[in-house]
T-cell receptor, first 112, second 116 residues
Framework: DAKTTQPPSMDCAEGRAANLPCNHS???????VYWYRQIHSQGPQYIIH???NNETNEMASLIITEDRKSSTLILPHATLRDTAVYYC?????????????FGQGTILTVHP | GAVVSQHPSWVICKSGTSVKIECRSL??????MFWYRQFPKQSLMLMAT?????????EQGVEKDKFLINHASLTLSTLTVTSAHPEDSSFYIC????????????FGDGTRLSIL
């Protein structure tokens, strides 16, 4: 699976949009981009995933560049409860196991 | 959304005892389950992958005789830490996915294991 690079930390004001970048310049054609987040002392929570089209769900939007070398997770109106570690993971969709390899992620701190 | 239940959430036991952690998928059939370990201020490290009815595949450096994994049904996997020692104290997290290749994994809330 392709290596991903994320900034170690970001801050965001409550109510504003949080834009979390992820670089995956070596991603291959069959690898999806997955986003998870982990709130302190809990298991990771699935947020969203995509292959090449932009995706939106009730939690967030995922914008993938046309060359697929980077993506941005957007939390449209961040709240204090969105403070967490956010993980961007590239994973092949065609494998039978499809294990997720976690990097260090981005610590997002939402402040009042 | 998909729910994965993990039990117990917290366990404290004496050195030398064995501890069993259960992971259940509550609303879907989990053909594949994964076990992770997380030390303080570190990221999740995959320990093993198991498919229902098959032997688990362990990651390099993980002792299969110490961390016994059973995935006997499509809704239940167990991790048994045998002869636990203080260095096995960690946060253990399971995840599960169904049989669609790009289907996301869903995670349990983890088990905090403390060995005295």
């Amino acid at each position: 699976d392709a290596k991903t690079t994320q900034p170690p930390s970001m801050d965001c004001a409550e109510g504003r949009a949080a834009n979390l970048p992820c670089n995956h310049s070596t991603i291959s054609g069959n690898e999806y981009v997955y986003w998870y987040r982990q709130i302190h002392s809990q298991g990771p929570q699935y947020i969203i995933h995509g292959l090449k089209n932009n995706e939106t769900n009730e939690m967030a939007s995922l914008i993938i560049t046309e060359d697929r070398k980077s993506s941005t997770l957007i939390l449209p109106h961040a709240t204090l409860r969105d403070t967490a570690v956010y993980y961007c993971i590239a994973r092949a969709g065609g494998t039978s196991y499809g294990k997720l390899t976690f990097g260090q992620g981005t610590i997002l701190t939402v402040h009042p | 959304g998909a729910v994965v239940s993990q039990h117990p959430s917290w366990v404290i036991c004496k050195s030398g005892t064995s501890v069993k952690i259960e992971c259940r998928s509550l609303d879907f059939q989990a053909t594949t389950m994964f076990w992770y370990r997380q030390f303080p201020k570190q990221s999740l490290m995959l320990m093993a992958t198991s498919n229902e009815g098959s032997k688990a595949t362990y990651e390099q450096g993980v002792e299969k005789d110490k961390f016994l994994i059973n995935h006997a049904s499509l809704t239940l996997s167990t991790l048994t830490v045998t002869s636990a020692h203080p260095e096995d104290s960690s946060f253990y997290i399971c995840s599960a996915r169904g049989d669609i290749n790009n289907q996301p994994q869903h995670f349990g809330d983890g088990t905090r294991l403390s060995i005295l």
